[in-house]
């Protein structure tokens, strides 16, 4: 599929411990490794700016589209997949994806499937290299999560 990124995994704690990472701005902060403003709220703008090392300078920018409890969360975002010259040019990024996360009770578990969608709207070459940078991203976003909530 060329219009979707998605990551599934397996998380050893209980949907409402996940879903509490998720929505809580400090938390998705501490294993996103950002610092945002403030909490999220459906139809609201979230900015902030990255916290891992190396990457400190880069802001952060969201759009939030769902909070539906303990099911799912997702915003949109800039499809710049990292360029900070494109972030920092002052340009407007017409195009923004979709990034959903959803939850389902496994077991003594959670099942998380995060998928970003929207990519079919950026145009080449910027569309492979979002994507090659994003699917990486998600990597170890999921990785992240399910390290700073498992049990």
């Known amino acids: ?5 998605i990551k599934t995994i397996e998380i050893a704690a209980p949907v409402e411990k996940v879903w ?4 809580d701005h400090e ?4 294993w996103f490794r950002v610092a945002l403003d403030q ?11 990255m916290t891992f090392p190396g990457y400190e300078d880069y802001r952060w920018e969201a759009r939030i589209v769902a909070i539906e409890p303990m099911t799912r969360f997702a915003y949109e975002w800039p499809a710049t997949g990292g360029d900070k010259a494109l ?6 990024v017409p195009e923004w994806t979709l990034v959903e996360f959803l ?6 578990g ?12 950026v145009p080449e070459p910027r569309r492979s290299n979002v994507m090659r940078s994003n699917d990486g991203g998600w990597t170890e976003q999921v990785k992240n ?4 909530v498992g049990d």
């Not at 509490?20 to 929505?23: K, Q």
């Not at 972030?87 to 407007?92: Q, Y």
């Open 110 to 121: 959670t099942r998380l499937t995060v998928t970003e969608s929207g990519f079919d709207k």
């Open 27 to 30: 938390k998705f902060g501490a």
């Open 39 to 49: 909490p999220f709220a459906v139809g609201r703008a979230s900015t902030g700016h």
């Open 20 to 23: 509490d990472a998720l929505i």
């Open 1 to 5: 599929m060329t219009d979707s990124i």
């Open 145 to 148: 999560i399910r390290d700073y």
């Open 87 to 92: 972030m920092d040019s002052g340009a407007t």
């Open 103 to 108: 939850l389902e009770p496994l077991g003594n």
